[in-house]
């Protein structure tokens, strides 16, 4: 008997409601192909409808070609009407299952990456700003503006870029952009065709290669180790649309990638009349020695530049950038026109007045600091706790990696560590080519004080010595 709810308080029509249940069980595969559907009386006795709701329901189903009619038989539902995920959208799919913390419980600590601490956002700062903004700005403000995004927002970053991370570049070379994901989008966009290869530092965040994919991309893992992306595994027979990098302190592994290598990533897309794109996503924040400059400010015709400020301010602000080549300027604006017109104008404003007042710079040092007393809790916790692994990537970023002697970090060992409070993440489930990283785990530290990471590896230490590996 088929049975679902149906909520007598909603807006959605009741016809509506059942039409829409009834095609998430089928595009689910909850209701197989050529599986026999209830009638229409035992359906509607079954969820508490009118027989006519029912029947229109079917109507509307059949009409989409979901189900089809046999006389005298019953009601079938049809063949060919699910779209079957591809291997790299069912392994995103399970990936995003497993390691989905959004509705964990409170208690349990999360070592996730790449996660700010939200209770630094300097809110009254950013308040007075806003504020300012809303109440100074001239009516043109609140129109319709440039797809490059507002101009005061691109001289004052021009400014800012090229002090700190020695990129060069003009103010129309800047496009901004919701966030780094959709710069990120666009680039595939605008440099890819349908089937070409998109060559990848692997292992890479889960983000980034579902981007390339969707877009149509194959993806060449390039291997990475401890210094970053390997240029000498670049394919030589075939040119990739462009190599996707994370220089300044590699995802998942945290390498910060050498003057070498760099150059010789500058000499490989200049041979194969590529492009670089560099992701600088959390290159504020280096602990030894000082910050590397960005690849960019080697080879401004080569290499394309995006940045972000969510992993500096807050991921709620959907600020990001992308530095091109002048000559793909023009293609560039016109497809950020279509995916949005253009990015929110008073956050623009208001982040300019934020740089050009000083407290982005004064953010960044404070968050710096803090950051720093995060890391020294996190390397003496594990330092005191265990005596077999390895801390590697820990330069700089909100997150380092741990090499065990011989722990194998898979699904079992993550969910025993649920089970014990704590959740950490295996570099092998960033990584293309598996089994070159089954000992490492990802222990992200931006968003935890310094005493929830002792904890957290209290916890993690529980879980090690009651762990059973099955065979």
């Known amino acids: 008997m088929l049975w679902f709810p149906i909520d007598r308080d909603s ?15 089928i595009l689910t595969e909850q209701l197989g192909e050529h599986e026999k ?8 006795d079954s969820i508490g409808v009118s027989r ?4 229109e329901a079917y109507d509307q189903l059949i009409l989409e070609g979901y189900v089809f009619v046999k006389p005298r038989s019953g009601t079938y539902v049809a063949s060919g009407v699910v779209l079957k995920a ?9 990936l995003t299952k497993w390691l989905e913390t959004e509705q964990q419980d409170d208690e349990i600590i999360d070592f996730r990456a790449s996660h700010p601490a939200m209770d630094h956002f300097p809110r009254k700062v950013w308040g007075r700003i806003a504020k300012e903004v809303c109440y100074d700005s001239h009516d043109d403000l609140f129109g319709y503006r440039s797809p490059l995004g507002d101009e005061t927002l691109r001289r004052v970053l021009t400014t800012y870029l090229t002090r700190t991370r020695g990129v060069s570049c003009h103010p129309e070379q800047i496009v901004i952009t919701a966030g780094a994901t959709q710069g990120l989008s666009l680039i595939t966009q605008l440099l890819m065709d349908e089937g070409d290869c998109v060559a990848v530092e692997d292992p890479v965040t889960d983000e980034m290669r579902t981007i390339f994919v969707k877009a149509g991309a194959e993806v060449e893992p390039i291997k990475a180790d401890r210094n970053g992306i390997q240029p000498n595994e670049l394919p030589t027979k075939r040119k990739p649309s462009f190599v996707f990098v994370i220089p300044s302190h590699q995802f998942p592994l945290g390498a910060i990638l050498p003057i070498q290598r760099r150059i ?33 400010g080697l080879d401004p015709e080569r290499v394309i530049y995006v940045g972000t400020f969510s992993k500096i301010l807050s991921p709620a602000l959907r600020i990001g950038y992308v530095i091109l080549p002048k000559h793909l300027i023009d293609r560039f604006k016109e497809l950020k026109w279509f995916s949005d017109r253009h990015t929110a104008t008073l956050e623009q404003q208001v982040m300019a007045r934020f740089i ?3 407290h982005l710079d004064q953010h960044v040092r404070r968050m710096k600091r803090i950051y720093e007393k995060r890391r020294r809790a996190l390397v003496a916790a594990l330092g005191r706790t265990f005596q077999t692994l390895e801390i590697i990537g820990q330069a700089a970023g909100m997150h380092a990696v741990v090499e065990w002697e011989d722990l194998v970090v898979d699904e079992s060992f993550v969910n025993h560590c649920k089970e014990n409070g704590v959740i950490v993440y295996p570099v092998e489930y960033y990584a293309l080519k598996k089994g070159h990283h089954k000992k490492q785990m ?15 590896v209290r916890r993690l230490q529980k879980a090690v010595e009651s762990y059973q590996p099955k065979n």
């Not at 559907?37 to 509607?44: I, K, N, Q, V, Y």
């Not at 591809?86 to 399970?94: A, G, L, W």
């Open 11 to 25: 807006d959605v029509l009741l016809v509506q409601q059942v039409y829409k249940q009834i095609r998430s069980l």
């Open 37 to 44: 559907l209830p009638s229409t009386r035992e359906l509607a």
């Open 52 to 55: 006519n709701t029912v029947t």
């Open 86 to 94: 591809n291997e790299m959208e069912k392994r995103e799919e399970h």
């Open 264 to 296: 010789q990533l500058v000499e490989y897309v200049r041979e194969m009349d590529s492009y670089i794109v560099e992701d600088d996503y959390d290159s504020e924040f280096t602990y030894e020695g000082t910050a590397v400059y960005s690849m960019q």
């Open 356 to 358: 050009e007042e000083g």
């Open 442 to 456: 990802v222990l992200g530290y931006g968003s935890l004080t310094e005493e929830e990471i002792d904890e957290g």
